[in-house]
């Protein structure tokens, strides 16, 4: 049983920072990639950073430059390093493993992130 633990979320005020972070427990294969997301309408999630098996790092146009996606060497903690926040950041954020495409395992609570002056 895989879950996940995301920690790190507050209050910010536009143009400050905050550092995620995501702990899994349980076995996750590495051949999968692991994710940041956040709500989108109803039950849909926005991938909004993405780390591939083989490093490769994807970010959501709307956070590409800000945002920050990193992993200890087992990839056990992610983290995302959120800098220049704004308004449209705020949100609930959850991290899954998977493809850019899909995700396979269930969502932890997430962890809210409010950028407000």
């Known amino acids: 049983q895989v879950q996940f633990v995301e920690s790190g979320g507050g209050l910010a005020q536009p143009g400050g920072s905050l550092r995620l972070s995501c702990t899994a427990s349980?076995?996750?294969?590495?051949?999968?990639?692991r994710g940041w997301y956040r709500r989108l309408t109803g039950h849909y999630r926005e991938l909004v950073a993405h780390?591939?098996?083989?490093?490769?790092?994807y970010y959501a146009e709307s956070v590409k430059g800000r945002f920050t996606l990193s992993t200890d060497g087992a990839k056990n903690t992610m983290y995302l390093q959120m800098n220049n926040l704004k308004p449209e950041d705020t949100n609930v954020y959850y991290c899954?493993?998977?493809?850019?495409?899909?995700?396979?395992?269930?969502w932890g609570q997430g962890t809210q992130v409010t950028v407000s002056s």
């Open positions: 899954n493993a998977g493809s850019r495409t899909a995700y396979y395992f269930s």
């Open positions: 780390i591939a098996p083989d490093g490769t790092i």
């Open positions: 349980g076995e996750i294969s590495n051949t999968y990639g």
